[in-house]
């Protein structure tokens, strides 16, 4: 689970509490790179887009080419057999989507399933990626900020490692680069109908995104990042009776996720995959843990750390077997 130090969080979380109550017009201009990891065309990532360029952002956006959910910081490994295609949206300028191909495949090659030299989609890793190695070089652009998002769904607390969206900002963060992480809930009992209440606040949770954008920026110290590099934000938008959310709460994450799953093992050898009642919020997190507020449908702001190593005590627990580990055969 992602924890940050208390001290260090409630720095971060301190800048942000102060960017919230500050001005709402930015600065300047900021150059955005755009991701997600629903798909480059993706209704969320599109929404986004339009809410930072009508607040006067420079935006690159570069996404999978498909909708990849779930698959969390998967990226294509440099095994050899693989390469990248990163192909430009028709019909939308500054826009590219990203393909895994096998090597040997042929420039200019269908990008899709009747061509036996191509793979698939990009992992949302892969697309920040290419968004911060290739896309942004080739066109002079260094980002400010990485933006992932919207979500299709919440991701909290428990659900963050599996998050494409959430990996995208940590992924950034790890080479630099500032990012906020942008999440809509979901209403299960719409997944057969395309989840309209979640693609109706697409826009709203945008421009919310833009109004934190330019408070931060507000606020920030001149030649300052716009966030802590190390603790990239992740805010989670409820959807909510009337279109309003119940307001705002800074958080951190938790233990327990929105939902849990739940799977069934059906008399033809199947397992089905179902949604679950969430888990009780631990005692002592749940005044400040982000699933009860956001099932309390407040709009969440987490700080979250890629800072890896153990804290203190983890280093004491392994201090404590470090002998006896080291003299393990191997």
């Known amino acids: 689970m992602l924890r940050l130090p208390t001290r260090l969080r409630l720095a971060s979380l301190g800048i942000a509490a102060a960017a919230l109550a500050a001005a709402a017009s930015p600065a300047h201009a900021l150059n955005i790179l755009l991701t997600n990891d629903d798909g480059c065309a993706a209704p969320g990532i599109t929404a986004v887009r339009k809410a930072l360029q009508d607040a006067g952002h420079r935006v690159i956006t570069v996404g999978p080419a498909t909708n990849q959910s779930g698959s969390g910081a998967a990226y294509a490994v440099p095994d050899g057999r693989t390469r990248l295609v990163v192909d430009p949206l028709a019909g939308s300028a500054d826009t590219f989507c990203v393909h895994r191909v096998k090597a040997t495949f042929v420039a200019g090659g269908a990008l899709n399933a009747t061509n036996p030299e191509y793979l698939g989609s990009g992992s949302p890793v892969d697309a920040t990626a290419m968004g911060l190695k290739i896309v942004g070089p080739e066109s002079s652009f260094t980002p400010d900020l990485v933006v992932s998002g919207a979500n299709f769904g919440e ?57 934190v954008i330019a408070s931060l920026e507000a606020t920030r110290a001149a030649g300052q990042p716009l966030l802590p590099v190390a603790h990239p934000l992740s805010i989670n938008y409820p959807i909510a009776a009337g279109g309003t959310p119940a307001g705002v709460r800074l958080t ?43 099932l309390a449908k407040f709009i969440t702001i987490s700080a979250l750390d890629v800072d890896f190593r153990p804290t203190p005590l983890a280093r004491g627990l392994f201090n404590r077997s470090r002998r006896e580990l080291a003299t393990l055969a191997p």
């Open 155 to 211: 991701n909290l607390s428990d659900s963050i490692p599996h998050s494409g969206t959430v990996m995208n900002v940590l992924f950034a963060a790890r080479r630099g680069v500032p990012g906020i992480a942008l999440s809509v809930g979901v209403d299960f009992a719409e997944a057969r109908t395309g989840f309209g209440s979640t693609v109706a606040a697409f826009p709203r949770a945008g421009a919310f995104l833009a109004r």
């Open 252 to 294: 951190t994450p938790g233990t327990v996720d929105s939902f849990t799953t739940a799977y069934k093992r059906n008399a033809d050898n199947t397992v089905s995959i179902d949604v679950g009642a969430p888990e009780t919020e631990a005692a002592a997190l749940a005044r400040i843990a982000e699933t009860p507020a956001f």
